[in-house]
């Protein structure tokens, strides 16, 4: 069974730090192109940052220089370092494992971080 548990999320004030993370079991970690989205009630889902099995990353431009993804092949983890962080970046953070021959997309349960000015 593939699960996909993050964890970290919480509540900081404007020009904090979080650090999310997701354990991946049940996947070879290594084959899926893993990333992090975030959602706001009402709003699409949106993609923050994502990460190859190379190590090749890509960031929305609203978090650039801010956000660092990074990935953990012995531990078959993910994470989300966030800094300077500022209000519209409140949302639920969404794990995701993703890869395309053949088609697959897991996700996660979500993580609520909240960011106060």
């Known amino acids: 069974q593939v699960q996909l548990v993050e964890s970290g999320g919480g509540s900081v004030q404007a020009g904090g730090s979080l650090r999310l993370s997701c354990a991946a079991s049940g996947i070879t970690f290594s084959n899926y192109i893993m990333g992090w989205y975030r959602q706001v009630p009402g709003r699409q889902r949106e993609l923050v940052a994502i990460i190859n099995s190379s190590g090749s990353t890509n960031y929305a431009d609203s978090v650039k220089g801010r956000f660092t993804i990074s990935r953990d092949r012995a531990k078959d983890t993910l994470y989300l370092e966030m800094n300077s962080l500022n209000p519209d970046d409140t949302a639920v953070y969404y794990c995701?494992?993703?890869?395309?021959?053949?088609?697959?997309?897991?996700w996660g349960q979500g993580t609520l971080v909240t960011v106060s000015s």
């Open positions: 995701n494992a993703k890869r395309f021959s053949p088609s697959i997309n897991y």
